[in-house]
């Protein structure tokens, strides 16, 4: 099993292009979820999937849109970059077994907007 | 709500000393509570989890930590620190059934020869 993957491995935007991250598991989990992580910031949510069909807003949602392709796959987009979205961003996911969801992530993606 | 604060963003320790690594946290159910480990330029890796089964969790690698209610603490040690165990750690809580965590902001451990 690969577990999750994303891609790119890093990216560099200009201020106003869009792109999209990738996002796959083959664990055949329901959850699914995109974080940003900062320095000093921890990891904080952006958007979160239950399952296929339905998507939530996370703590940090503004300037992001996702979609729940399939069960398998998540992506986030960013529509028109700005600095501030220079961070590093993890994929995971989930899944209820044996009385706990616990969370499986990605390598990341390195993005860094100019 | 639920929040866990790590106290200490760096954290230095000798070779072969005593690592510990704090997380209190804060809940209005009965939380789970994770330790996760961050190496240079990788994902996050689960290191150990609290479900109520048993107060003191064994992780991987040698570290465990133990649930104190009354602290509301969820404290990381190892007894030996070794260098590959330089990394950034997260502590993080989630309420029974939930499955969305909160992460702490992490605490970098760093190892001196």
């Not at chain 1, 398998?72 to 996911?93: D, H």
């Not at chain 1, 969801?101 to 990605?106: D, K, R, T």
């Not at chain 2, 509570?33 to 969790?57: H, I, M």
Request: hydrophobic residues 35%; contains cysteine; glycine residues 8%.
């Amino acid at each position: 099993n690969a577990g999750v993957t994303q891609t790119p491995k890093f990216q560099v935007l200009k201020t106003g292009q869009s792109m999209t991250l990738q996002c796959a598991q083959d664990m055949n989990h329901n959850s699914m979820y995109w974080y940003r992580q900062d320095p000093g910031m921890g990891l904080r949510l952006i958007y979160y999937s239950a399952s296929e069909g339905t998507t939530d807003k996370g703590e940090v949602p503004n300037g992001y849109n996702v979609s729940r392709l399939n069960k398998r796959e998540f992506s986030l987009r960013l529509e028109s970059a700005a600095p501030s979205q220079t961070s590093v961003y993890f994929c995971a996911s989930s899944e209820w077994d044996i009385g706990i969801y616990e969370q499986y992530f990605g390598p990341g993606t390195r993005l860094t907007v100019t | 709500a639920q929040s866990v604060t790590q106290l200490g963003s760096h954290v230095s320790v000798s070779e072969g000393a005593l690592v510990l690594l704090r997380c209190n946290y804060s809940s209005s159910v009965p939380p789970y509570l994770f330790w996760y480990v961050q190496y240079p330029n990788q994902g996050l890796q689960l290191l150990l989890k609290y479900t109520s089964a048993a107060t003191l969790v064994k992780g991987i690698n040698g570290f465990e930590a133990e649930f104190k209610k009354s602290e509301t603490s969820f404290h990381l040690t190892k007894p030996s620190a070794h260098m590959s165990d330089a990394a950034e750690y997260f502590c993080a809580v989630s309420g029974r059934r939930d499955d969305k965590i909160i992460f702490g902001k992490g605490t970098r451990l760093h190892i001196l020869p």
